[in-house]
Nanobody
C-alpha cells in the first residue's frame, strides 16, 4: 500500500482544512486508517482512526467535535475534515494504514505511512 497525503496549508485560527490521503493497493477497504500528527519538538500523536468498514471512528480528546475522519472505499481515499482550527493544531499530518486489522492509537502498529502534509494555523 502506498499513501499520498495532501491538503495541508496555512490557515487562520477558526478556519478549516480538509486533508486527503489517496491509497494504492487492493487491501485499502480492509485496512484500518489513521491520521497522526507531529508538531515541532514533540512526539507523533494520533489524531483520528477509522475502521475499514467506516462504521467506527475514534478521536483524540482535543479534536473531538472539530475534526471528522471519513473514507471512500471506492476512491481508496481517507479524509480528515478539520474545523475550528487552533494554533496548537499546527503540525505535520500523516496518514497511515494498518492492513487487515482494527485500528489502534499507537503509531507503531501501522504498516504504511504517507509522506506527511504540513498544517499551519496562525493566531
Amino acid at each position: 500500500v502506498q499513501l499520498q497525503a495532501s491538503g495541508g496549508g496555512l490557515v487562520q485560527a477558526g478556519g478549516s482544512l480538509r486533508l486527503s490521503c489517496a491509497a494504492s493497493g487492493r487491501t485499502f477497504s480492509t485496512s484500518a486508517m489513521g491520521w497522526f500528527r507531529q508538531a515541532p519538538g514533540k512526539e507523533r500523536e494520533f489524531v483520528a482512526v477509522i475502521w475499514g468498514s467506516a462504521t467506527t471512528t475514534y478521536y483524540r480528546d482535543s479534536v473531538k467535535g472539530r475534526f471528522t475522519i471519513s473514507r471512500d472505499n471506492v476512491k481508496n481515499t481517507v479524509y480528515l475534515q478539520m474545523n475550528s482550527l487552533k494554533p496548537e493544531d499546527t503540525a505535520i499530518y500523516y496518514c497511515a494504514a494498518r492492513a487487515g486489522r482494527n485500528p489502534t492509537t499507537n503509531s507503531n502498529d501501522y504498516d504504511y505511512w504517507g509522506q506527511g502534509t504540513l498544517v499551519t494555523v496562525s493566531s
